[in-house]
């Protein structure tokens, strides 16, 4: 019997194998390790549960290299198969071979008739339910600039309010980049401050107009401060949202703490529900008149009409 579960990709936030390995490694109680990992070697027979089409062609001479020396070793479950060379090696030396479905069974038939025709149960890492809290906080912006600790200042304000709150947390990317092991790490540092918190994963623009048409108040954090070419803000205070930031000599022009923005450093209370929606309706104020489309038309085009 396997005594771990072995996977090449290990984030269950950004591959399907990886949530699977994780929740079934967590309905086991065994370890996950990484294919081509030295811990692999602490386990007597790893289940490599995996899809080689996903392996870098130096991964993939690696794990070749591996089988080889571990003839009847570990065991097998296959997520696909492409019948490449070596996915037919690997096969053949495993002690066992599990395959997900009934047509990778059948096109497994003749190399190894023993294989068994498993399946892969729903992989939802998180199942919960939103729970209806009378404050809701929406933050969402790119996924490697979470500054933890100022909502841990949030957390303070929110929790001096008496009052039930969510937090909402959706990321967005850069282009070729990957949801890293170090967001990860902070919203799992985020989790731990916040007992009712949701990640979204990437919003359509539709959906992250909606969270901020809807909730109490939107967070965006940054390292200095706030800037004035920071499209997150600028879309939530288009909308009316109240916005809880940090503020610098650098930022916008025009912005007032307690009067269109919440700059979280001078904060010692989160306002009430009208003093948000008046900070909300005075934020859309200077939004649409100093920070809109057709106020940066007319100064890149100095004269011409909009």
Not at 123 to 138: A, Y
Not at 256 to 262: D, L, T
Request: proline share 4%; hydrophobic share 40%.
């Amino acid at each position: 019997m396997f005594d771990c579960i072995a996977g090449y990709h290990l984030n269950p936030w950004t591959c399907g194998i990886a949530k699977f390995n994780t929740l079934l490694a967590r309905h086991m109680s065994l370890p996950v390790v990484g294919i081509g990992s030295s811990e692999i070697n602490q386990y007597g027979t790893p289940l490599l549960s995996m899809k080689i089409s996903e392996f870098s062609p130096e991964d993939a001479r690696a794990l070749d290299t591996w089988a080889a020396g571990h003839q009847g070793g570990y065991e097998l479950f296959l997520h696909a198969f492409e019948g490449t060379a070596l996915e037919q090696r690997l096969i053949a030396a495993a002690s066992r071979v599990y395959i997900g479905n009934r047509e990778l069974a059948a096109r497994l038939a003749p190399l190894r008739p023993d294989a068994v025709e498993a399946f892969c149960p729903g992989t939802l890492l998180n199942p919960q339910r939103f729970q209806r809290t009378e404050l809701s906080v929406f933050t969402f912006g790119m996924a490697h600039k979470i500054r933890v600790p100022l909502y841990r200042r949030l957390y303070d304000l929110l929790e001096a309010t008496g009052q039930t709150y969510s937090v909402y947390v959706s990321t967005a990317l850069h282009e070729n980049t990957s949801f890293d092991g170090s967001f990860v790490v902070r919203f799992e540092e985020l989790q731990a401050i916040f007992s009712n918190i949701y990640f979204m994963g990437y919003l359509s623009d539709t959906a992250v107009f909606n969270h901020l048409v809807d909730c109490t108040f939107l967070a965006a954090f940054f390292e200095k401060g706030l800037r004035a070419n920071n499209t997150s803000v600028n879309a939530a205070m288009e909308c009316g949202c109240a916005v809880i930031t940090n503020l610098d000599e650098h930022s916008p022009r025009g912005l007032v703490h307690m009067k269109n923005i919440i700059d979280i450093n001078e904060c010692d209370r989160l306002p009430g529900d009208e003093q948000a929606a008046a900070i909300g309706r005075a934020a859309r104020e200077i939004a649409h008149a100093d920070y809109g489309w057709d106020q940066l038309v007319a100064q890149l085009r100095p004269g011409v009409r909009v």
